[in-house]
């Protein structure tokens, strides 16, 4: 396992997380070659994307505010 070798937890799940954001905007850009369909628009998507944003950040203080 990886926290045998790497023992930061949060590190860890940080980099597991940055991998499949990668993988899936690949995956994503391939399937969907229509640079418009990726232009964000102000009402509908990018509430949703600070929403994440937000959500994960908090979930991360929370986690550390845990470990502590």
């Keep these: 396992p990886i926290l045998r070798d790497y023992p930061a937890q949060l590190s860890a799940t940080t ?9 899936l905007a690949l ?4 399937v969907e070659k229509d640079v418009n369909v990726w232009i964000t628009t102000f ?5 949703a ?4 944003v ?10 550390m505010r ?3």
């Excluded at 009402?43 to 509430?47: A, E, I, N, Q």
């Excluded at 994307?49 to 994440?52: A, F, P, V």
């Excluded at 937000?54 to 986690?63: C, D, I, K, S, V």
């Design 43 to 47: 009402y509908s998507d990018l509430p």
């Design 15 to 23: 980099i597991t997380y940055l991998f499949g954001s990668i993988q």
């Design 27 to 30: 995956i994503a850009a391939y």
């Design 66 to 68: 845990i470990r502590m």
């Design 54 to 63: 937000g959500h994960a950040f908090l979930y991360a203080l929370n986690w």
């Design 49 to 52: 994307i600070l929403y994440g």
